[in-house]
């Protein structure tokens, strides 16, 4: 049974969120200002956080960045802000994901499983090659890692998960959508900004200049794609 801590002062949104999660079978926790979740969420005992950004005592933003440096479980950010902006910098702090409100509570527990599902695929070993060399990069599947030029890039979960799909299926231009789909496991849903928040995340990491990438392209109107010589 999976754990799951809901960091969220409105009890009204924290009880529906709990209640609908419980109804298909985890276990779930309620803090209701940021210091406390932070705490609870360190003990390490969850597998998951859903994460107000407006709460008592320190901002979402603050939280996220705060746990992100302690924890690799999936969080996703629950939010009334709407602006892509805020969705930029939530994810760009290492949420894995965002949830606009109001939300659909169904909607929610099916972000919820596929972040998770996601999260545990990533902690199985995987069927392919252990070792994938494309040009310059080395994905080490056991290892989860990914090296460039024998350096190892430090990478979050989902920027993992994208940069080995992308080695996968280098050349290969894949639409926004397609990636959402591939990546988080659910139809995109007009959902493409969570996604181009993680290619510029990657670039930053992977290229010598991010505004004029060479590895990770834009194939304009369509989508990206990884091109390695």
């Known amino acids: 049974m999976a ?3 809901i960091i969220e002062d409105d009890e009204n949104i924290a009880n529906i969120e ?3 999660l419980e109804i298909n079978g985890y276990e779930v926790d309620i803090r ?8 609870l969420a360190s003990t390490g005992e969850y ?5 107000d950004l407006m709460l008592p005592g320190m901002d979402g933003y603050s939280v996220c960045k705060k746990l992100r440096l302690q924890l690799d479980i999936p969080i996703i ?3 009334a802000k709407q602006e892509s902006t805020d969705q930029i910098l939530g994810l760009g702090l290492g949420a894995d994901d965002f949830v606009s409100k109001p939300f659909d509570p169904s ?3 099916a972000r919820v499983k596929s972040n998770l599902a996601q999260y545990r695929r990533g902690k199985q070993p995987e069927a392919k090659d252990d070792v994938l060399e494309v040009g310059v990069l080395t994905l080490n599947r056991q290892k989860r890692q990914i090296y460039k030029d024998g350096v190892e890039i430090a990478l979050k979960n989902k920027e993992y998960e994208l940069l080995a799909f992308f080695m996968d299926n280098r050349d290969i231009v894949f639409t926004k959508e397609e990636l ?7 139809d995109a849903e007009g959902d493409t900004t969570t996604v181009a928040v993680h290619v510029n995340r990657l670039r930053k990491k992977l290229e010598e200049d991010p505004s004029q990438p060479q ?3 834009t194939v304009w109107g369509v989508g990206y794609r990884l091109t390695i010589k």
């Open 3 to 5: 754990k799951i801590l």
């Open 18 to 20: 709990k209640d609908y």
């Open 32 to 39: 209701g200002e940021a210091v406390s979740g932070i705490e």
């Open 47 to 51: 597998d998951l956080i859903l994460l």
């Open 77 to 79: 950010i629950v939010s």
């Open 107 to 109: 909607v929610l527990v």
């Open 180 to 186: 959402y789909e591939k990546i988080w496991g659910l």
């Open 215 to 217: 590895y990770l392209e």
